[in-house]
């Protein structure tokens, strides 16, 4: 289950990522149906996804290096507008007079989080690196910290350069306008393209995660074993990328950009909740080789702050992600009944 909601948060994501494609961005250079443009996108992300997982990658890698590049282009003009005095520098710290400060914090930490959607899937991979218990940390937190610095100079920026509140109606489209009303004003089609970019590379990533894992438990009997198979010719899970997509597609049409990210958030802060429970748990086990170990006053503190985090969502939020769980519940004792009765039928089977 804790695997089948990681899939679920990918997934919300990537619809969310979908939904933003075909807003304000994409205006810019033709105007269709949001959600005409979220299907099509879908579909496409989902065809690269089977044709290869290194076509995929090389893909994801060409779409980061452009997305970084229009979050330090962000950045450059918060420089040019500190330098030439067009910036409010007040106007970050400042919280509306409606909002405690605590409330505030909290609701921020909570979208926040939003961003932490892509680093617990790096653990997938650091049996595959030299010397994991002293490479892994370093390349978790170095890489938390780096976007948490990016991140926040990016809010800072948009924040001296435009009012809070005109950044708030754009929904999926707020820095645009930091682009062609800053001190360096670009073309809004420059930077458009960037995002769209952006967007692509934030949904295919989670679609192949999202995939492989569906995949991965089908071949350790814990789903369907049909979401086990490959294609002959692509060697790519091809079911299990079908089944990833429907899901994709049903949450498309159930939400806005903003309801999708919330559903992302919960599903993480639930499975997060079920890992720091673990740690405490695993802390107790004696193992003979050199691992990184977290304080335990750390999964403590971060329990009590998921559960105040989940507080602030709405119940509308809580019903879809319970939903996909429900969903996840079906599959599995769909497996299990189906496996009970093939063994039955096998003679000599466990």
């Known amino acids: 289950m804790v695997a089948f909601a990681v899939v679920c948060s990918g997934l919300a994501s990537a619809g969310a990522a979908a939904r933003a494609f075909g807003g304000d961005y994409l205006s810019a250079f033709v105007n269709l149906p949001t959600l005409l443009v979220a299907v099509l996108f879908v579909a496409v992300l989902s065809t690269i996804n089977f044709i290869g997982i290194s076509e995929s990658l090389k893909t994801n890698l060409v779409l980061t290096v452009i997305e970084l590049s229009g979050l330090l282009l962000v950045i450059v003009i918060g420089v040019l507008a500190l330098s030439d005095g067009s910036a409010d520098v007040g106007r970050p710290f400042t919280f509306s007079a409606d909002t405690g400060l605590a409330l505030a914090v909290l609701a921020g930490a909570s979208t926040a989080f939003y961003a932490l959607v892509g680093f617990e ?7 595959e690196t030299q010397d994991p218990a002293r490479s892994f940390p370093r390349a978790l937190f170095g890489g938390i910290l780096i976007t948490g610095i990016v991140y926040l100079l990016v809010a800072f920026t948009a924040t ?22 800053g001190p360096l004003a670009f073309p809004s089609q420059i930077f458009s393209l960037i995002a769209l970019v952006a967007i692509t590379n934030t949904a295919l990533a989670n679609l192949i995660m999202g995939s492989r894992v569906v995949y991965g438990m089908a071949r350790e009997g814990v789903m369907p074993s049909i979401l086990g198979r490959t294609h002959r010719g692509r060697g790519t899970p091809w079911v299990a990328i079908v089944f990833v997509a429907v899901i994709l597609l049903a949450l498309v049409t159930s939400g806005d950009v903003g309801d999708l990210a919330d559903t992302t958030v919960v599903l993480l802060l639930l499975v997060f909740t079920v890992v720091n429970v673990a740690v405490l748990a695993l802390k107790r086990d004696r193992v003979d080789h050199n691992h990184f170990s977290a304080p335990s006053f750390i999964p403590i503190v971060a329990i009590i702050v998921i559960v105040v985090l989940l507080v602030q969502q709405e119940g509308a939020i809580f019903l879809r992600a319970g939903i996909l769980l429900v969903a996840g519940v079906v599959l599995y004792f769909i497996n299990y009944f189906t496996k009970r009765s093939l063994d039955r039928r096998t003679p000599g089977a466990r």
């Open 121 to 127: 899937d790096s653990v997938n991979v650091a049996e």
């Open 160 to 181: 001296m350069v435009i009012d809070p509140a005109r950044l708030a109606a754009e929904e999926t489209a707020p820095l645009s306008l930091v682009i062609t009303e």
